[in-house]
């Protein structure tokens, strides 16, 4: 079983379109998570969200938009995509005020 | 806001030597202390972790030791194998408090010698 799965893996797209990549977690976690891992492999969070609820938000553009339809799910929705969004967008989890996070396979979105 | 600086960037190792990759971090108010290790292309794996009320945990060949003082921590790992080649990631959070998300170094890529 997955713990923590990503759509799509891998992601190809032009510049000025938008797009979202979805997250969903099987481990009965509260808490998710974006992070952006950059061409440099700097690993950032981007997004904490608790019980559908947004806790953190790590100055990002607001073109970036997370949804949290339910405590499984946590999607990101981009809009007018950019050359330096391209990265690796990890998603990941845990148990609100519980310590270990758990990350998805991770999705690599290339703007061209 | 946290800062976690990581050294080295890369650590070239001869097979069956020891590895140790330091990290330090700012904000005291820092309690977890996760390590992750990520190979090419997959996802950060989580691999020893400790809190700020213990001062060293060990796990088969892999120990984390802490300074609270110092604010600083380190991975250590000993006998080292082809399969620990890949790249480390130390990171601090308040975990505990919430929803923090976890604030990374910036890595080290761990190179393996035969």
């Known amino acids: 079983d997955t713990a923590v799965s990503q759509t799509p893996k891998y992601l190809v797209t032009q510049m000025g379109n938008d797009k979202s990549i979805k997250c969903e977690q099987n481990?009965?976690?509260?808490?998710m998570y974006w992070y952006k891992q950059d061409s440099k492999k700097f690993l950032k969070i981007m997004f904490s969200?608790?019980?559908?609820?947004?806790?953190i938000n790590e100055t990002v553009p607001n073109r970036f938009s997370p949804k949290s339809p339910d405590k499984a799910h946590l999607n990101l929705h981009i809009n007018s995509l950019e050359l330096g969004d391209s990265a690796v967008y990890f998603c990941?989890?845990?148990?609100?005020?519980?310590?270990?996070?758990?990350f998805g396979p991770g999705t690599r979105l290339t703007v061209t | 806001g946290e800062n976690v600086e990581q050294h080295p960037s890369t650590l070239s190792v001869q097979e069956g030597d020891s590895a140790v990759i330091k990290c330090t971090y700012s904000?005291?108010?820092?309690?977890?202390f996760p390590w992750y290790k990520q190979e090419l292309g997959k996802r950060p794996q989580l691999i020893i972790d400790i809190r700020s009320n213990v001062g060293e945990k060990k796990d088969q060949r892999i120990a984390v030791t802490l300074n609270k003082t110092a604010k600083h921590f380190s991975l250590h790992i000993t006998e080292t194998q082809p399969e620990d080649s890949a790249v480390y990631f130390c990171?601090?959070?308040?975990?505990?408090?919430?929803?923090?998300?976890?604030?990374f170094g910036k890595g080290t890529h761990l190179i393996i010698q035969p």
């Open positions: 904000d005291s108010a820092s309690n977890y």
């Open positions: 481990l009965g976690h509260d808490t």
């Open positions: 990171a601090a959070s308040m975990a505990g408090g919430g929803a923090d998300g976890l604030t």
């Open positions: 969200y608790n019980n559908k609820e947004l806790i």
């Open positions: 990941a989890s845990s148990q609100f005020r519980e310590y270990e996070q758990y």
